[in-house]
Every structure is written in C-alpha cells, then in structure tokens.
C-alpha cells in the first residue's frame, strides 16, 4: 500500500491564523482525501481532492474556510483558514490506489487553537 | 446520508480473552473495512471484505460481511495488550460512490 507522509504532525496555533497541511505520497494515486476527527470521536470526510481542479466538499465544510490544493497525484495541501478553537481537531490525509485495496490513511496532524 | 451503528462503545477485557464488536447499517454497502487507531497515529486498516458472507482473517483477527450487506463484524482471539486502541468500521457505497462512512469507534482496553 501507499506511504503517506504527512507534515506536520502537530501544532498549536492562534486563533484568527490559518494552518497549511501537507500530504506526499510515495506514489501516484488516484483517490485523495482529507478528513476531520475531532476530540474522542470518528472520522469526518472534508473534501476529495481532486487532480487540476477543485475539490469536492461534503456538507458543512465551505472552500474558504478549507482550501486544497492537489497540483499532481502525489501531493495535495489543506488549509484551515481564520481559525477557532473549535478547529481543534486531529486532520487526516486518505489515498485510495484502488477499489481492492482500502484507503491508507497518514498519520495525521494533531491542531489545537488557543 | 448513511451512518452506522458500531458497538460496544468501550469495551475492558482481560488479555487472553477474545472480543466481538460489530456494525449495522441502515443502507447497503459494497465493501467493509475495519481500520484500527493508536493514540497519536492515523487508522490502519486491518481487514477488507468485498463480497457478502465473505469471511476472512488476519492473524488473531477474523471478519465477516453479512449477507444482507447491512452489518459486518470483528473478532479479536485471544487478545493480548498491543490490542489496546479504537477500532473503526467504514463502510463504502462501491462504484461511483467511493467516500467511506465511519462508524463511531469502540475503544478497547486490554489488561494484563
């Protein structure tokens, strides 16, 4: 399966700033995806992103607030713009290479807003 | 849109003891995946099951698809205490719905 790279992997910040979260893959992969875990609960899809275009958001998360980028099939970024507290949360970077193979998941970068 | 049911929610169990939780679905899905998370790290998946009534094993972990494609469950034998962390089940619609639903986790403490 891919290898995911994530950076970084924890940070505090102030509130009003905005965060960038890499994610590099050590292979081209067709499926990217970022994904909220907040304190002691589950997995939350943000966004597909999506290869030379826009990301696909799910309900609840807007572009201004969650901007991506995917520039090629090995790398994508995804801010967290004007933070909150309530943006505290652990962000997730998912590849899929294939239906057959599950989604591999980074390690995640830990985000706490004071 | 789709949500599982996962339990137990927290289960504490002695090592050597084995463990069963499982996850129900109100829709169908096409694939069952069971991931599992350290503190501090990002879910790794475990087992993934693709056709209903699959039964398929890990080591000490066994899972089975249910041949409704509604629910699907783990069993962990003889549960040692690196077992310790949250266990998450995902499920996804197949085709062209890839995005994976999540259910709520069970935490499993295992002691020694």
């Known amino acids: 399966s891919a290898v995911i790279s994530q950076k970084p992997s924890r940070d505090i910040c102030q509130r009003g700033t905005s965060l960038t979260i890499q994610c590099q893959v050590d292979?081209?992969?067709?499926?990217m995806f970022w994904y909220r875990q907040q304190p002691g609960q589950s997995l939350t899809l943000i966004a597909t992103a999506n290869q030379g275009s826009e990301a696909t958001y799910e309900s609840g998360f807007v572009i201004d607030k969650f901007p991506i980028s995917r520039p090629n099939l090995t790398f994508s970024t995804l801010t967290v713009s004007n933070m909150s507290p309530e943006d505290s949360s652990i962000y997730l970077c998912?590849?899929?290479?294939?239906?057959?193979?599950?989604?591999?998941f980074g390690s995640g970068t830990r985000l706490t807003v004071v | 849109g789709q949500q599982l049911n996962q339990s137990p929610q927290s289960m504490f169990i002695q090592e050597g003891e084995d463990v069963s939780m499982n996850c129900t679905s109100s829709?169908?899905?096409?694939?069952w995946l069971w991931y599992k998370q350290d503190p501090g790290e990002g879910p790794v998946l475990l087992i993934a099951?693709?056709?209903?009534?699959e039964l398929t094993s890990n080591g000490r972990l066994t899972a089975q698809f249910g041949i409704t494609r509604k629910d699907s469950f783990l069993n962990i034998s003889a549960s040692i205490p690196s077992d310790v962390g949250i266990y998450f089940c995902?499920?996804?619609?197949?085709?062209?719905?890839?995005?994976?639903?999540f259910g709520k986790g069970t935490l499993l403490t295992v002691n020694p």
């Open positions: 829709s169908i899905f096409n694939t």
């Open positions: 998912s590849v899929a290479t294939g239906t057959l193979y599950g989604y591999t």
């Open positions: 099951l693709y056709k209903a009534g």
């Open positions: 995902a499920g996804q619609g197949g085709g062209s719905n890839y995005k994976l639903t």
């Open positions: 292979s081209q992969v067709t499926m």
